[in-house]
């Protein structure tokens, strides 16, 4: 039986096999005639022992090279989208358009282009130069970085080619990416596509690896190895805790992007003005992509009164009405379906019909759950159980103090939005609650659903615990995110032609240094 | 018996005592007649309390009012100099003059000014506006900070108001000082001054507290705490790392500084044809201050020969002269002697007289070990036991390839120096070695001892575990220390209006802001 091959030390080897696995194709409940291994920590310990050497081979070469291995490897996965995109929905059951082809492909190649432009210049290493006391400091690579791609996003958080891959390559380092079990075959694809760049750009040859599966004590092996720079996890709480106290111990940085619910506030003046509106814009938010982002709204707080019946009633028409996507897979279809037994269970009621879901087919019911403040304050955790996929819930408050207690009372959450009016009729309450929603989220919205996460420098994709491991990183960003993967390096009377490029007077490349408390493109000149 | 108040929500009021200390003078090795509190959890609890609500109105104040309580604070430690400085001299054994009155203290004040200065214009925070996507994201307080400052720097790094202490409240946050056990009387003064200072200034009462002892287990509390933002820890690796535990595990963010044994290498050209000024220069920077700082040069690696053995004699003879200074407390002074017999124990040789300390203070003799690098290469880690104090260890290498091995082996640190010749014969050996240092090390340096610590914004104070729990931040350099203490806040379509000062169109205050891809001091101008 052949078991597809690893990527380690620049070839595509056998790997040292404690197990294999076919993926599923979730749109027929079939397995995939693949088979993918998992690689016993010899295989580990190979990719770890390449990837430092080639750690140490790339800090002696330019942002240059790093851009171009970034540019041509976008170039080549727009020359095989269909391909690839094809391969991610059977494995996925997204949908090819215009979900993968035209939305997640041109991400994650425009992701790519961004880093290498970023790596070109060398401005997200922020040099810092105190010309007077001749101390210079720069963010310089970090290490070998272990990306773990999640399962939703098999193209612009795939671990061989998403942010985490783009910002920990474009910051120097070399990246071994576990690929998602879910969808090995898009990531071997995307593989192939990536050495053949890395080739044609002149990069050590490890600096990019691939395993596909690895035992459970490897995973957290791999994340506190000394070898390792850092880790970068997309997934669940549970798996994704377990590799943060294994980093953590070693003293190993671990960038964790995990669950969140996503509150939305419909304020009363909002809800009145623009009640449908908001609903439908709610319900395509909800449920485009099967529900399965980061940033979906799983969390509806509406003021009690018969504005909010109306729109309840609205929305679990439109959840009914709408058609039942297809899951990623069995994972998810069963977590989903435990999750909403659980919020039921704490004391939601669902609103929506229980339609047998399609049994050919990874999938579940639309579904629109409800409870009331009062409930939500009693149980906050229970409420709180993230339902990855097509399900919400919503929750009728009866006064602006019990909302505020129940934003008080939420978790770390990537996002949170207010919905108000634009007359400023909900001013008065926006003012007393932004603060506390303001505090448990790391992006606040406006009068717009969280779903969208722009590729901008500007965007924090990030938010307290347990949203992720620390509330000062965004994983989506421009430069911001390449920072998580670097270290301060400072160079203090370090003699002139020994100091990294950079840190020279001379800055040909116009990185942005903040050079004597000012930031400027310009060369030091010594007067 | 009279047991010093603690400082709570704005008053000073009895703790809730589960016991009461004594600071001892180290020069007399006599108790001081004062007593301090151990506080219960009761305290710690309270002062939570009232730091998260500090938290919440503090973000309502402008940068301002932190700046001008950060510059009167300054001012009145200026004018109660002498008394600090004997107080701290007292507590610590540490020289009035130059090292208190005309170093530490004009350094502590000149921090705390240029925390002012950060947070007056908000720089600091890297307010980030993608102007086209209405999407915009700044560095903003991350809540209350626990800051546990270390024992050898009584005023610059003191929990109360040294560079962690101003970091975090001009970032934004009311801080939780944990006052030194072995001199809380400086503590408890510097306390007055900056509750003085906070009352002129119109802070919210609780942005200053302090507690002068706690449990262990009640510092593991407030470290993971839900009401705590991060935490702030210099001192030794066993408590840091117990807090970091804790910490982590609550998914709080903390930065430590722990051990650090500053490794000095001196190259073949460098020995030969500047020996004798190195051996004064790392003589001096060693004994200074009796070698308790964390940047102590307490590891030389020199190439074997005839030069290294004059070298050698020398410094045992500049040991051996220097005078025998106090050490801060009996904690430090058993702690050096234990580390000496371990590293003598691991087998490195003492070179320096065992002369008699002097029984009726706090001392040790100056101390110089020696071993090879093949000694060293059996058992790194035993020679890289840390000997805070007036010790260190030479180690004499065979060849550049052992050296290289040696550095390999080395653990981080918070720096690292070379001394080569200027006519670039050590070039090629610098070159071979540099990479593997760099690695290993925050702060590189060239032809200078690391015990300067500059404010300076260039610097950084920090590097790989253990000398630090993240090597991407800096406990000394303004901006830097501040987002420390920060996390990402993003508006993401907000209205204007209600945007924070420092990311609406206008800018009045010319804070540098990274506007759509350029660092600008300008407003927002829509054409």
Redesign the interface.
């Known amino acids: 039986m052949y078991t597809a091959p690893i990527l380690v030390a620049g070839e595509w080897r056998q790997a040292a096999e404690c197990g294999r696995f076919q993926p599923l194709n979730p749109t027929t409940r079939t397995p995939i005639e693949l088979y993918f291994p998992v690689s016993s920590w010899s295989d580990c310990d190979a990719a770890l022992e390449h990837a430092a050497q080639a750690a140490?081979a790339l800090?002696q070469l330019p942002g240059e090279s790093r851009a171009v291995f970034l540019e041509r490897y976008a170039d080549k996965i727009e020359s095989a989208a269909l391909e690839i995109c094809q391969i991610a929905h059977e494995e996925t059951g997204l949908p090819l358009e215009p979900r993968l082809l035209n939305v997640e492909l041109p991400r994650t190649t425009n992701q790519l282009r961004q880093a290498a432009a970023a790596a070109r210049t060398g401005g997200w290493a922020q040099a810092?130069?105190?010309t007077s006391?001749n101390?210079?400091?720069l963010?310089a690579p970090?290490?070998p970085v272990i990306v773990f791609g999640p399962n939703n996003f098999p193209l612009a958080f795939n671990g061989i080619a998403g942010g985490d891959f783009a910002a920990a390559i474009a910051a120097g380092n070399p990246v071994i990416a576990k690929a998602h079990s879910a969808h090995p075959h898009t990531c071997q694809k995307l593989a192939r596509l990536a050495f053949a760049a890395l080739q044609e750009a002149g990069l050590p040859a490890a600096t990019v690896q691939m395993l596909y599966g690895t035992a459970r004590e490897d995973g957290l092996r791999l994340v506190s190895d000394q070898r390792t720079g850092a880790s970068a996890f997309t997934g669940s709480q549970s798996a994704g805790l377990a590799l943060?106290?294994a980093a953590?111990?070693?003293?190993?940085?671990i960038y964790l992007e995990l669950s969140s619910i996503n509150p939305v506030l419909i304020l009363k003046g909002a809800l009145e003005q623009r009640g449908p509106a908001i609903a439908e814009e709610f319900a395509t938010s909800c449920l485009m992509g099967t529900g399965q982002f980061c940033t979906n709204p799983g969390l509806v707080i509406l003021p009690k009164g018969d504005t909010a019946d109306t729109f309840v009633r609205q929305c679990a028409a439109l959840f009914d009405e709408a058609p039942v996507g297809t899951l990623l897979n069995k994972g998810t279809e069963d977590s989903l379906k435990r999750a909403v037994r659980q919020l039921q269970d704490t004391g939601a009621e669902c609103l929506t019909a229980a339609n047998t879901a399609d049994p050919n087919r990874c999938c579940q019911p639309n579904t629109l759950l409800i409870a009331d403040g009062q409930q939500f304050l009693q149980n906050p955790h229970g409420f709180q159980t993230e339902a990855f996929g097509n399900a919400a819930l919503l929750i009728i408050s009866s006064s602006t103090v019990e909302t505020r207690q129940i934003l008080e009372r939420l978790e770390?959450n990537l996002?949170g939005c207010f919905y108000?009016a634009a007359d400023g009729t909900d001013d008065a309450d926006?003012e007393q609650l932004?603060?506390v929603m303001?505090?448990k989220v790391?992006?606040?919205?406006?009068?717009?659903m969280?779903t969208g996460v722009?590729v901008?420098?500007?965007?924090?994709h990030?938010g307290?615990?347990?949203a992720s491991?620390?509330?000062?990183?965004?994983a989506v960003?421009i430069p911001?995110s390449l920072?998580?993967f670097?270290?301060?390096?400072?160079?203090?009377?370090?003699?002139p032609h020994?100091l990294p490029p950079l840190l020279q007077d001379k800055n040909p490349c116009e990185a942005?240094r903040?050079v004597d408390?000012?930031?400027?493109q310009g060369d030091v000149t010594h007067l």
Chains 1, 2 share one sequence.
């Open positions: 140490h800090k810092t130069l105190d006391a101390i210079r400091t963010r970090i290490g943060k106290k953590d111990e070693a003293g190993k940085p770390g996002t108000t926006y932004e603060p303001r505090n790391g992006r606040l919205l406006n009068d717009k969280p722009a901008s420098p500007a965007m924090n990030g307290p615990y347990p491991g620390h509330p000062g990183f965004t960003g911001a920072q998580r670097s270290k301060l390096e400072c160079y203090d009377n370090v003699r020994r942005w903040l408390g000012n930031w400027t």
